[in-house]
């Protein structure tokens, strides 16, 4: 392992094409853990360029990080929102598979779902940004500020896409505190009255998504369901299942064990889709330790045609 001091001309590793260290990296192909701004950008912490791989924010056209990604194909830890995505936590694209926040075309995760393409570590419904700290581009998502078309902060926010921690007044609601929102699409802890209610506690509109229970034609809850789209965190019996525990519908995520066609839980699958946070035999594998599929993507190693993780790198 490299040191975080360590410059370039003392890195053991060359800086060609594919390259990859923990520190700062200009060449085709960077992967460090702070700061890149190449073509092929992979750090752990920020990123702009067209293949970005960090730790933290990620907003090229390849995005690989632990954190957050909003490339056409992200995989990290926490969040990622490109076409197929696959994380620990978030997930909003066409196949979302999270353990907790997903708004998606498919969203399944253990607590709330709500827009079409949601990806952050809270909550998010722009068409890319994921990160924590501040964006000001088309597609924002920090934890503190934004004033951006789509803004996603943690505390305040005024554009289109309003997404913060405490109050949002925009179309699309979504903070992380658990009291109250009343815009077009309200996602908190608590309580929602809007189109699309998704809180902790109770729902009572059209699509109901809380951590509690629900009752509406999508339930999205953290404990039971028995709506047409179960999405819960324990059990499931409705067409699609997706709960924290067991699932045997057609289409499986949990966070334990699934056997339906697209299995994305968060210990084993072995489905034609696997996306776990250990193990995955399947297609497409992304988990959080080790993967063999032809995209690989995890935090520790990495074998498959695309390598990029935080410690390792290997063609």
Avoid at 40 to 50: I, K, L, P, Q, S
Avoid at 163 to 189: F, K, P, Q, S, Y
Wanted: glycine residues 8%; aromatic residues 4%.
């Amino acid at each position: 392992m490299r040191s975080l001091t360590h410059s370039k001309t003392k890195c053991p590793c060359s800086t060609s094409s594919l390259h990859q260290g923990w520190v700062n990296e200009t060449d085709n192909v960077r992967h460090d853990w702070v700061n890149e701004t190449d073509t092929g950008r992979h750090d752990g912490v920020n990123e702009t360029d067209t293949g970005r791989h960090d730790w933290v924010n990620e907003t090229d056209t390849v995005r690989h990080d632990g954190i957050n990604e909003t490339d056409n194909v992200r995989h990290d830890g926490i969040n990622e929102t490109d076409n197929a995505r696959n994380d620990w936590v978030n997930e909003t694209d066409t196949v979302r598979h999270n353990g907790f926040n997903e708004t998606d075309n498919v969203r399944h995760d253990g607590i709330n779902e709500t827009d079409t393409v949601r990806h952050n570590g809270i909550n998010e419904t722009d068409n890319v940004r994921n990160d924590w700290v501040n964006e000001t581009d088309t597609g924002r998502h920090d934890g503190i500020n934004e004033t951006d078309n789509v803004r996603h902060d943690g505390i305040n926010e005024t554009d289109t896409v309003r997404h913060d921690g405490i109050n949002e007044t925009d179309n699309v609601r979504n903070d992380w505190d658990g009291v109250n929102e009343t815009d077009n699409v309200r996602h908190d802890g608590v309580n929602e009255t809007d189109n699309v209610r998704q809180d902790g506690v109770n729902e009572t509109n059209n699509v109901r998504q809380d951590g509690v229970n629900e009752t509406d034609y999508v339930r999205h809850d953290g404990v039971n369901e028995t709506d047409n789209v179960r999405h819960d965190g324990f059990n499931e019996t409705d067409n699609v299942r997706h709960d924290g525990v067991n699932e045997t519908d057609n289409v499986r995520h949990d966070g334990f064990n699934e056997t339906d066609n697209i299995r994305n839980d968060w210990v084993n699958e072995t489905d034609n889709v696997r996306h776990d946070w250990i193990n995955e035999t399947d297609n497409v594998r992304h988990d959080g330790v080790n993967e063999t599929d032809n995209v690989r993507h995890d935090w520790i190693n990495e074998t498959d045609n695309v390598r990029n993780d935080g410690r390792g790198f290997s063609r």
